[in-house]
């Protein structure tokens, strides 16, 4: 089991003891961090709390996946790909992804800062399978 921690911020968008990682090993996306905050230390919970960036002309990838997830804007603005249609996204916008709706986040070049956001998801879940539109 493991212990309570504290994960004090560090200023602009850092958190001590909290490095940014790669998003994922391969897949069509681009420019984008994550950072887990619980989930990766054996805590004994059902969700997994991860911060990512997603830089100007950055993208995460379009995928769905069985299990659901939230995610909430913590920095910048952006849009999301939801079923094909897009929708801008601000700060404090909070995002439920149904299971199998299919989903992307960007970031539009012209994009004055990163696109941050917090995204809470089950602890045991599926591997997303790529999606497409048109």
Known sequence: MSASRLLPHAGGFRWAGVEPTAYKDS???????????VGEKGEP???????????????TTLERHEHAHCVVVMRGSGEVVLDCRTHP??????L??????????????????P??????????????VNASCG
């Open 27 to 37: 897949g069509d996306f681009r420019e984008v961090t994550r950072r887990v905050f």
């Open 45 to 59: 919970t059902a969700f997994h709390v991860r911060y990512f960036e997603v830089a100007p002309g950055g993208f």
């Open 89 to 94: 996204m601000s700060f404090g916008d909070v």
């Open 115 to 128: 696109f941050g956001f917090l995204c809470i998801v089950d602890a045991r879940r599926d591997r997303p």
């Open 96 to 113: 439920y992804v149904a299971p199998w709706e299919s989903h992307q986040l960007r970031n539009p070049v012209s994009a004055a800062e």
